[in-house]
């Protein structure tokens, strides 16, 4: 059962030098550490003569890493706390405890510990990424930010409301090279954004256009040239393709990984479509109000899940395969409120197995194989594996 | 129970008149679900808005486009000719044909209870009192799978959550006793556990009402498990049609195999997805010919893009609009 992490290159690879010893196999080297994050947010109810302030836990104690030039999946579903996550790495949120730790090639950055003016110029340059700009150094007054070059953006999830109508496709790419200071020569300006615009397999002809011109699928590649302009180490994309046709998502999901391969760019890929995730990721975390339930290779994750709630969200999606019968567990009732989250394992109002101690004590997170990490009281009694269709490959 | 041949539609607009719909045909059977499948744009929704004649003012619907519809008594009756206003129309819209929307809080009006709304509809189609109409849309809601439906119906849409909002739409849309039900993408903006609960529920009404059904959807995933039989739509022309079964196994259309194909899978960890090249063209400068020509792997230059294919038949009810069935299928007309 061990996961084969060989097996999730594609058999037409063509290795990248750059990326060939950190393409996100078993050890590469550390990117992002997420230890303990946990965000609060406080919910005020008004009452005739007092007010009460109750706690959202929209993201509870959970750890992960992510390695350079890997992909990891964030899967649940909506209010579980994904989008949180997301932004509590970038520290677009602020996250109420616990660590993420950014590993650059010289430095360990503690997001955490960023204040102030550190902060507010950290924040300022999250929508770019650095690469050995000169100016980029100059601009930041720390010594902390100097060595948080490499950096993170976002892929948003609407690609018609991320891009301002009143610029042109060029300004828009160019913008986060403008807004860092990185880059002040126009020439060069404009030939770092032909540069990614072609690897993005934008029309250059297109670049002096507004954004209303162009088809969703077009003005997705331009988002994700937006944030890949100044050559990041991690992008966080949220729900980037979920709203994208069939074919289109196809188009932009093959683009990633091109992109990916080409940059070694690592990526926290945010969905709540199972199929798409499975085809991008190296590994993949399932999410369940606020917590991780599950965290393991793509592989392990869908042929041999281990927590009850995978299992219902995989046995959910529906195929077009004629041999597989649709038949999901029926999980009864919605997603618990979040402000009110059940006690215990916070599945166990809805889990098929719960018993007594499910109620009581919240699960423990086990490594139960290599990389394949549960929450769960009863791991050990189940076996949900799935018989593999492409084991001849 | 539901015909419709030969319908196009098209929309004055500054830029001149668009054809966003052109001559299409299908049918539904009572108690059989049709589901509608294409990428945004092809067409497909206001395809059946038009059915409900409920086309924006700068809509047309052509002259010699049909739309046959057998009422509740037998009755049959061209909704073409009865117009957007007055009675008749009104009385089909809700009571004879429902409708479910894709996002349930826009249907809903969130300044009033979703108990008065149902009431509402209730009265308004069927000849009840006030208390008996309460009655029916409590029934309802606990048909379909609303916990204490005394308690919620006196609740507000923003009070529940999507999942549940969603079947409040569809009791609203049921409560009126509807004889054929359309779907717009009734599942798309709902998690998966929530959509599997959905879609369970809309069957087994479907099987308690024999109702007739328009499921319309890009998933073709969902459209496997729903419908009994499927019509492709791509830039406003039906490509493909045939029993669902037919249809996602042995796809005759070449826009049909490649929308399969760039299905993502779980089963296929490793191919690279399949895209369809370049991008669906905006329906004022459709392509001439064959409307697929542009991005099909197999046009025949000098057919595909100067001539529309005709509808040819491939199987039993399995009929396809390309060329390249030509030989193996002959022409139904």
Not at chain 2, 107 to 122: A, D, H, L, R, W
Not at chain 2, 259 to 272: C, G
Request: proline share 6%.
């Amino acid at each position: 059962m061990s996961p084969d992490m060989t097996d999730m290159k594609q058999p037409d690879d063509q290795p990248v030098p750059s990326r060939k010893a950190t393409s996100g196999e078993q050890g590469g080297e550390l990117l992002i550490e997420v230890k303990n994050l946990e965000v609060r947010f406080p919910i005020r109810k008004k009452k005739l003569f007092s007010s009460e302030t109750a706690y959202l836990r929209a993201v509870d104690d959970v750890s992960f890493d992510i390695r350079r030039g890997e992909t990891v999946g964030l899967v649940g579903e909506s209010g579980s706390g994904k989008t949180t996550v997301g932004r509590a790495i970038l520290r677009a949120i602020d996250p109420t405890a616990g660590d993420v730790i950014f590993h650059t090639r010289e430095h360990d950055i503690y997001l955490g510990e960023l204040e102030g003016e550190e902060l507010r110029h950290f924040r300022k340059k999250m929508g770019m990424v650095f690469s050995e700009g000169p100016h980029s150094i100059a601009t930041m007054t720390s010594d902390i930010l100097r060595a948080f070059r490499p950096r993170m953006s976002l892929v948003f999830q609407d690609p018609y409301s991320s891009l301002n109508p009143r610029m042109t496709v060029r300004d828009i790419i160019a913008e986060p090279l403008v807004a860092s200071g990185m880059m002040k020569n126009r020439e060069k300006i404009d030939e770092r954004v032909r540069d990614i615009a072609s690897r993005c397999k934008l029309n250059l002809e297109h670049l002096r256009r507004f954004p209303h011109a162009f088809s969703g699928g077009q003005r997705q590649r331009i988002c994700i040239a937006r944030a890949l302009v100044t050559c990041p180490d991690f992008v966080v994309c949220d729900e980037s393709v979920s709203a994208l046709d069939v074919s289109i998502q196809a188009e932009i999901v093959n683009l990633l990984k091109d992109l990916q391969e080409e940059m070694g760019v690592a990526f926290l890929f945010i969905a709540h479509d199972l199929s798409v995730v499975a085809q991008m990721s190296h590994r993949v975390a399932v999410m369940y109000v606020g917590k991780f339930v599950e965290y393991a290779p793509t592989e392990s994750l869908f042929y041999t899940p281990r927590h009850p709630y995978t299992h219902a969200l995989l046995s959910a999606i529906p195929t077009i395969d004629p041999d597989e019968t649709f038949d999901p567990i029926r999980l009864e009732g919605e997603i618990p409120n979040p402000l009110a989250a059940p006690s215990g394992c916070r599945f166990h109002t809805r889990c098929p197995y719960a018993t007594e101690q499910c109620a009581s004590a919240i699960p423990e997170w086990q490594e139960v194989a290599p990389e394949h990490f549960v929450a769960c009281h009863r791991v050990a009694e189940f076996d949900f594996s799935r018989q593999r269709k492409d084991a001849a490959e | 129970m539901l015909k419709v041949e030969n319908l196009s539609i098209s929309f004055r607009t500054d830029e001149g008149l668009i054809t966003p719909v052109e001559d299409i045909s299908f049918e539904v059977r009572p108690g059989h679900t049709l589901g509608i499948v294409g990428e945004s744009g092809s067409g497909k929704s206001i395809s059946t808005k038009a059915v409900m004649q409920l086309l924006p003012g700068n809509g047309i619907i052509s002259k010699e486009a049909k739309i046959l519809y057998t009422d509740k008594s037998g009755k049959v009756m061209d909704i073409n000719k009865l117009g957007k206003k007055g009675r008749a129309i009104r009385a089909i819209r809700g009571g004879e044909i429902g409708m479910i929307f894709q996002e349930p809080m826009a249907s809903f009006s969130p300044v009033y209870t979703i108990g008065n709304q149902m009431v509402e509809t209730i009265r308004l189609h069927r000849n009840v009192g006030r208390k008996d109409a309460r009655r029916i849309a409590i029934g309802m809601l606990d048909k379909v799978g609303i916990s204490n439906p005394e308690a919620r119906i006196d609740q507000y849409p923003h009070e529940m959550s999507g999942g549940m909002r969603q079947r409040a739409m569809i009791a609203l849309a049921l409560s009126a006793g509807p004889a054929l039900l359309i779907a717009d993408e009734p599942t798309t903006a709902l998690d998966v556990t929530i959509q599997a609960q959905v879609l369970d529920l809309m069957r087994n009404l479907q099987r308690d009402l024999s109702m007739g059904m328009i499921f319309i959807t890009h998933d073709l995933g969902v459209i496997s498990h729903i419908a009994d039989d499927v019509a492709v739509m791509y830039l406003g022309t039906i490509v493909e049609r045939g029993p669902t079964d037919k249809v996602i196994h042995e796809p005759a259309h070449p826009y049909t195999q490649g929308l399969i194909k760039a299905l993502p899978s779980v089963d296929r960890l490793h191919d690279r997805l399949t895209p369809i090249p370049g991008d669906i063209p905006s329906p004022n400068e459709r392509p001439t010919g064959c409307p697929f020509h542009t991005r099909c792997s197999k046009t025949i230059v000098g057919l595909c893009d100067r001539h529309q294919p005709q509808i040819l038949q491939v199987g039993e009810d399995h009929t396809v609009r390309c060329f390249l069935h030509e030989k193996q299928g002959r022409a139904t007309a």
